[in-house]
């Protein structure tokens, strides 16, 4: 118990910021993936078949290919990639990227993927006679989608969304291998220099638990929430 | 565009993939085996197993991979009693404790796809076959079972491709596996996409053999 100290003596306190930093990244990149999703969704639903060749490369790519490789491309090929485009502008001098912004791009991009799929899913369990009904009530497009597709398509896809919000929360910890101090980096850091890894390897094990524990609970209650009058 | 290291770092990589698959393949097998094991004590009516069970499940779905690695790799060698037992032959080998790892893993996952495929069976299938009179035993093996099997190979199927993805974090611990290599020649060239077409081109045919084959089981066994 020593070992979780808060202050100076223990690592309880650096614990708890790395706690937070797993929290900030996943959410991070949970966002960014709605957003991918945002663009895909549309794209795999589309009639054109160029736009739904672009959106099945990118689901089927993302999710045939290991995160830690992802990472790995993000990682070494992040600041090179950006320091290309300001080299277009006229900007020559080394650029480094921050290794949370390069972490919660990776994670995102690929939470994306998994985000389009299952908005593709829940759109397209929606029962047709809905888009049909809203037609013939001549609703304007904006309102057709935010109010008689979102809020159906969002009761279908969050139990599948919370599936995505754990593996995003889970592949959180292949960033470490960037060095960002998030949990896994912070228990490799007190395993080393206390020498006892057992110990706070499944430290970090139960604070992962505790996440998704949590997040359940949350999810429950908004599934709760949309799934009102069925 | 390096064609040139794409060629080169071909056959490198490609030596790298049986490792891979070595990891896969032997973790499938274990993890299959503990998957059943763990499915039946799910569906076993005595709370204690039960709930052994669906701890076990828990932990291993709910906390990261390489959080499992690393208490295994790292950890387990810290304590006095497994490095004076046999355990220790396997635990100090960095390809044993990333297999029991995945294992470990891939079990508890399989375990809650069964459990789910058993849950599905329709109870009329069990009734018929007592009321045929045919022991329990026997209704278990030859209907439960196969129904079960049918019943979860897609998401089995997902399965194993999550686990060829997951064995990848063996490069955490030394091994060097499809994706140690590749994150080996990127440390060494600094060409990062020319080497993730090439690994993650493997990586996708690789997925693509998987899911094909899968197919072809679903459409051979269904009914």
């Not at chain 1, 290991?66 to 600041?79: A, D, K, N, R, T």
């Not at chain 2, 053999?209 to 459409?219: D, R, V, Y």
Request: hydrophobic content about 50%; overall charge positive; aromatic content about 16%.
């Amino acid at each position: 118990m020593e070992l979780l100290a808060f202050g100076k003596t223990g690592w309880g306190d650096e614990l708890f910021i790395a706690t937070l930093m797993t929290l900030a990244v996943s959410i991070t990149a949970i966002l960014i993936g709605f957003l991918f999703a945002l663009i895909f969704t549309p794209l795999k639903l589309s009639k054109n078949k160029f736009f739904n060749l672009i959106a099945n490369c990118y689901t089927t790519v993302i999710r045939g290919v290991p995160e830690l490789l992802v990472i790995y491309l993000f990682f070494f090929g992040g600041s090179g990639a950006v320091m290309f485009v300001a080299s277009i502008f006229g900007y020559n001098d080394y650029i480094e990227i921050n290794a949370f912004i390069t972490g919660s791009f990776a994670i995102g991009i690929i939470s994306g993927a998994y985000s389009t799929e299952v908005f593709r899913g829940a759109i397209q369990s929606i029962d047709k006679g809905q888009f049909e009904a809203s037609k013939v009530l001549g609703l304007k497009k904006p309102i057709h989608f935010f109010k008689v597709i979102m809020p159906q398509m969002l009761r279908l896809a969050i139990p599948n969304l919370s599936n995505v919000w754990q593996i995003t929360l889970k592949d959180t910890s292949l960033i470490s291998v960037t060095g960002l101090v998030e949990i896994m980096r912070q228990s490799y850091i007190a395993a080393g220099s206390t020498r006892d890894p057992l110990f706070f390897y499944s430290f970090a094990a139960v604070l992962y638990l505790l996440l998704t524990f949590l997040s359940m609970k949350l999810i429950n209650r908004l599934e709760i929430k949309y799934s009102k009058g069925y | 565009m390096d064609f040139d290291l794409m060629i080169s770092s071909f056959p490198k990589l490609l030596n790298a993939t049986l490792i891979t698959l070595k990891l896969l393949s032997v973790s499938l097998i274990v993890g299959l085996i503990l998957g059943i094991l763990f499915s039946i004590m799910r569906i076993n009516k005595n709370p204690i197993i039960n709930k052994f069970a669906y701890g076990y499940s828990y932990f291993f779905r709910g906390t990261p991979l390489l959080v499992q690695i690393f208490i295994i790799y790292f950890g387990l060698g810290q304590l006095e009693f497994i490095r004076s037992s046999f355990l220790w032959i396997f635990l100090k080998e960095p390809y044993w404790c990333a297999i029991i790892a995945f294992s470990l893993n891939t079990g508890a996952y399989t375990s809650e796809i069964l459990r789910s495929a058993f849950e599905t069976i329709k109870p009329g299938l069990i009734e018929a076959g007592k009321s045929l009179g045919i022991q329990s035993k026997i209704i278990f093996f030859k209907i439960q079972i196969p129904i079960a099997i049918r019943q979860s190979l897609p998401a089995y199927g997902n399965e194993i491709i999550l686990m060829l993805k997951g064995t990848s974090l063996a490069s955490t611990v030394t091994l060097m596996d499809l994706t140690g290599v590749a994150k080996y020649i990127i440390s060494t060239t600094f060409k990062p996409i020319e080497v993730f077409i090439v690994a993650g081109g493997i990586y996708l045919f690789l997925t693509f053999l998987i899911h094909n084959f899968i197919k072809f089981l679903e459409k051979k066994y269904s009914f």
